[in-house]
């Protein structure tokens, strides 16, 4: 992305909800997804990443494809692993989260709501979306997708993709669970131990035992 993007005001929407006051009215359960591509010589990974406004705490998926049925499904997952209710979401407008804007206004759209919608729907959560072609809006999720490539992908080499989810994995945990803490939540062990099943897994057993080989030069 160019950088001057970044320096592009934001939509008057999402403006707004950045203004310090009203951010700070904010209340915890405002989540924003996204799906970003891991590439390694062995393929490419689609990681699925939903992350706090205001606690931080982070879940991420990795899948092949990421198609509206994905889409939907993770958004379940998150509804079934944050330790609290989720009120409202934020996505950008990919296929994934939401139909292309000249097709929402059509007879089909009107009667069949987009699935991720019906999964929101479902669980009472609000589907906010970035204004299209502006994906930098949803801010949280883009700095943090950087954030896990920053430390993973961009300074390491894995010999294989399960290594790079497991890398990202342990990444992921440990981040949440020192954003809560800061926050006053739990402690960081006991954030650790809570994030999801997976995470306990590899907490105890890939942790530290498959470290990602640096790449050489």
């Given at each position: 992305?160019?950088?001057?993007?970044?320096?592009?005001?934001?939509?008057?929407?999402?403006?707004?909800?950045?203004?310090?006051?009203?951010?700070?009215?904010?209340?915890?359960?405002?989540?924003?997804?996204?799906?970003?591509?891991?590439?390694l010589a062995e393929?490419?990974?689609h990681m699925f990443l939903a992350i706090d406004r205001i606690s931080k705490f982070t879940y991420v998926e990795f899948h092949e494809q990421a198609t509206r049925m994905i889409g939907a499904a993770f958004l379940r997952s998150v509804?079934?692993?944050?330790?609290?209710k989720i009120h409202t979401v934020l996505t950008d407008n990919?296929?994934?989260?939401?139909?292309?804007?000249?097709?929402?206004?059509?007879?089909?759209?009107?009667?069949s709501l987009h699935i991720f919608d019906r999964a929101c729907r479902d669980h009472g959560i609000e589907h906010r979306l970035t204004?299209?072609?502006?994906?930098?809006?949803?801010?949280?999720?883009?700095?943090?997708?950087?954030?896990?490539?920053?430390?993973?992908?961009?300074?390491?080499?894995?010999p294989d993709l399960e290594g790079l989810k497991a890398h990202i994995l342990a990444f992921v945990s440990a981040c949440t669970?020192?954003?809560?803490?800061?926050?006053?939540?739990?402690?960081?062990?006991?954030?650790?131990?809570?994030?999801?099943?997976?995470?306990?897994?590899?907490?105890?057993?890939v942790l530290f035992s498959l470290p990602p080989t640096i790449r050489a030069g």
């Open positions: 992305m160019p950088s001057a993007a970044r320096h592009q005001r934001l939509p008057n929407s999402e403006n707004k909800a950045s203004n310090r006051g009203r951010f700070a009215n904010t209340t915890i359960g405002y989540v924003h997804v996204d799906v970003c591509e891991l590439r393929g490419k990974l509804v079934v692993v944050f330790p609290y990919g296929m994934a989260f939401a139909d292309l804007p000249q097709n929402r206004s059509g007879p089909t759209a009107r009667w204004k299209p072609y502006h994906p930098w809006t949803n801010g949280q999720a883009e700095r943090m997708n950087r954030t896990i490539k920053d430390a993973t992908v961009k300074i390491y080499h894995y669970a020192n954003a809560m803490a800061a926050k006053g939540g739990p402690k960081p062990a006991q954030t650790m131990t809570c994030c999801s099943s997976a995470y306990n897994v590899w907490a105890t057993s």
